[in-house]
């Protein structure tokens, strides 16, 4: 029989309290719909732990996030307080990422050298990527609270599940090609 972190996930669903939330919120009470937030974040979190054998430190903030933020919306009973949790997300992996910057380090390259690997890309690279992306995640979390604040449930999930896969990847097409063109500038 083999151990629950040798076995391969089937897929973890980031946005399974999310999806949960609004299901919920659409068919029955804000509270039941809180509540059910909350119950399907912590079993996301055990089902990484069963299939990944640990849970990530991002995995447990937003899990504290869902209920806190979950538990001020049962006492606020109003629904916005738990679609706060990307906009928060966003604003602390951003704040993470300038804060290693200004320390002059790459969460990047120390990845790449933690698990032995050599960066294949100049470490200026990296550094353009991580600070890049840092003004992506705090741009995207201050459009995620505009729409968990002013727009339907139906809007914030669209946003905080595929919505955000599709601005990701529109990033990434234009962050690769800005580093494309850097790269070809600085050839002789």
């Known amino acids: 029989m083999t151990s629950p972190s040798q076995r391969k996930p089937y897929f973890l669903l980031s946005f399974l309290p999310a999806l949960a939330y609004w299901l919920l919120e659409t068919y029955t009470s804000l509270e039941i719909a809180l509540l059910g937030g909350i119950a399907l974040g912590v079993v996301e979190m ?20 869902i209920v806190v933020l979950g538990g001020i919306a049962i006492i606020a009973k109003e629904g916005v307080w738990f679609r706060l949790q990307p906009t928060l997300t966003g604003i602390g992996i951003s704040g993470f990422l300038i804060f290693q910057k200004i320390k002059g380090r790459s969460l990047m390259l120390d990845m790449l050298k933690d698990m ?31 729409v968990a604040i002013y727009d339907s449930t139906a809007t914030w999930l669209f946003w905080k599940t595929a919505g955000f896969y599709i601005a990701f990847a529109g990033f990434m097409v234009i962050e690769i090609s800005y580093l494309r063109f850097i790269m070809r500038r600085k050839r002789p």
């Open 46 to 65: 055990l089902l990484e732990k069963y299939f990944s054998g640990h849970v990530h430190t991002l995995s447990k903030v937003n899990l504290a996030l």
């Open 116 to 146: 032995g690997q050599i960066p294949p890309l100049p470490d200026t690279f990296y550094k353009i990527i991580e600070w890049h992306l840092s003004l992506f995640l705090i741009i995207f979390a201050f459009f995620m609270a505009k």
